[in-house]
């Protein structure tokens, strides 16, 4: 019987390591494709996985691309999100296949960046603090596009888990469900304690002088 059993459990090993999925997991640091270094994905990683991401700083001419290959869930397949960090914004998007070795289509985000121009009416926290893992959250930042939620999350390098770094901003909502599998503005990074809450609206402080304005004539006539 015990041997009956080994063998299923063999068997069984076999079968699903053979019908694992293979991916490419490589990282380029100037946006560029690669398709290197294939490994099995694992548990629930049923697909294979690029992010694009683009960083733009007001001081940086030339923005920071970063494209990475990797076994990902496929719920979190052909996403796109932003970020915004104040003088900081950044763009990403995502794109998956599901053949052994395949070459995902490279995710585009020139929609993305066409639609975070435009400033909408709200507003978070703000700060990033490098290295920390505290911040004042008496600065604000002004949220574009669709983002609608108030992000926050400690970053540390996977390489040296003593670097860490504070973020606060504004994302859009659907980047708080992918907070395990968004590409964020430092290279090879895990996040811990990734918050999202809704983002407040700037609209009641600006209409604020409006109003004001007519009560005050009406007081001086």
């Known amino acids: 019987m015990a041997a009956s059993v080994t063998v299923l459990w063999l068997v069984a090993a076999f079968l699903g390591g053979a019908f694992s999925l293979t991916c490419f997991h490589c990282t380029t640091n100037n946006g560029d494709n690669c398709n290197e270094n294939e490994k099995p994905c694992l548990g629930p990683l049923d697909t294979c996985f690029t992010t694009l991401t683009e960083i733009h700083q ?32 950044l763009y990403a998007s995502t794109t998956c296949c599901e053949t052994d070795k395949c070459k995902t289509i490279m995710p585009s985000i020139e929609d993305l960046k066409k639609e975070k121009d435009k400033e909408n009416t709200l507003s978070c926290p703000y700060c990033i603090e490098f290295p920390s893992t505290k911040c004042n959250d008496k600065d604000t930042a002004k949220c574009y596009g669709k983002e609608d939620k108030c992000v926050s999350f400690t970053s540390k390098e996977a390489t040296n888990t ?14 708080c469900s992918m907070s395990t599998v968004a590409t964020l503005p430092l ?8 918050e999202c809450n809704h983002a407040p609206s700037l609209l009641p402080g600006l209409l604020l002088p409006v109003a004001f304005g007519p009560a005050m004539l009406k007081l001086l006539l």
């Open 58 to 89: 007001d001081k940086q001419k030339v923005p920071t691309k970063q494209l990475v290959k990797l076994c990902r869930e496929k719920k979190s397949c052909n996403q796109s999100y932003t970020m915004s960090f104040n003088s900081t914004k």
């Open 187 to 194: 290279s090879h990074v895990t996040t811990t304690m990734f």
């Open 162 to 175: 003593s670097k860490v770094s504070k973020w606060k901003g504004c994302a859009t909502a659907n980047l």
